[in-house]
């Protein structure tokens, strides 16, 4: 019913940028947060940005002052500014968006595919 497709991955070198993009389309009545978080083999999928509906924001530390979410919510769009890129950043970065669609009256999560970010050094 909601799929979220996703785009901006690359590679890079360390301190250059990169802008992720997210678009959530589908039976959509309304969309709550919406994220990006990121994995890198053998660890846990992280938390790295996420903006709710009305404009609140939360970086983890590690990003904080380079990485800049964002989003169009006529859209249902959301965006990731990454500035100053180190290689320690390198992970498949996912989007989620915290949706209801109009059979529901809940709100669920829904994953993007993925995209791959690489920083070399």
């Known amino acids: 019913q909601v799929q979220l497709g996703e785009s901006g991955g690359g590679l890079v070198q360390a301190g250059g940028s990169l802008r992720l993009s997210c678009a959530a389309s589908g039976s959509i009545h309304s969309v709550n947060a919406m994220g990006w978080y990121r994995q890198v083999p053998g660890k846990q999928r992280e938390l790295v940005a996420i903006?709710?509906?009305?404009?609140?924001?939360n970086y983890v530390d590690s990003v904080k002052g380079r990485f800049t979410i964002s989003r169009a919510n006529a859209k249902n769009t959301v965006y990731l500014q990454m500035n100053s890129l180190k290689p320690e950043d390198t992970a498949v970065y996912y989007c989620?968006?915290?949706?209801?669609?109009?059979?529901?009256?809940?709100?669920?999560?829904?994953w993007g595919q993925g995209t791959q970010v690489t920083v070399s050094s």
């Open positions: 903006i709710t509906s009305g404009g609140s924001i």
């Open positions: 989620n968006a915290n949706v209801r669609v109009w059979t529901s009256l809940r709100y669920a999560d829904y």
